[in-house]
């Protein structure tokens, strides 16, 4: 078992920036890939970004890549979203997960944190 508490999160106006942090409880969080995922109102939750259990590799969604930045640090236990040039569009409740390997599908995730809102005004 693995626990994950989300934070970070707020509202902001578009162009700016917000990081969000994730912070692991349990099982050694060097044995799980971590990703990011957000759900819009009305929508279905989508993959935004993933590292691998080192932190050597990395996976980002179209939408924003070039943008948002996934980091860890593993004596931590935490895993990192910097988000920059923010967007209306990025506006969802943001969430990490937890899985043996670092995928872009959600279905293969394990453990989930409770959710942190992100908001962009325009």
């Known amino acids: 078992q693995v626990q994950l508490v989300e934070s970070g999160g707020g509202l902001v106006q578009a162009g700016g920036s917000l990081r969000l942090s994730c912070t692991a409880s349990?099982?050694?969080?060097?044995?799980?890939?971590m990703g990011w995922f957000r759900q819009a109102p009305g929508k279905e939750r989508e993959f935004v970004a993933a590292?691998?259990?080192?932190?050597?590799?990395?996976y980002y969604a179209d939408s924003v890549k070039g943008r948002f930045t996934i980091s860890r640090d593993n004596p931590k236990n935490t895993v990192t979203l910097q988000m920059n040039s923010l967007k209306p569009e990025d506006t969802a409740v943001y969430y990490c997960a937890a899985a043996p390997y670092y995928y872009r599908d959600l279905r293969k995730y394990d453990y989930w944190g409770q959710g942190t809102q992100v908001t962009v005004s325009s």
């Open positions: 590292i691998s259990r080192s932190g050597g590799s990395t």
């Open positions: 349990g099982r050694t969080f060097t044995s799980y890939g």
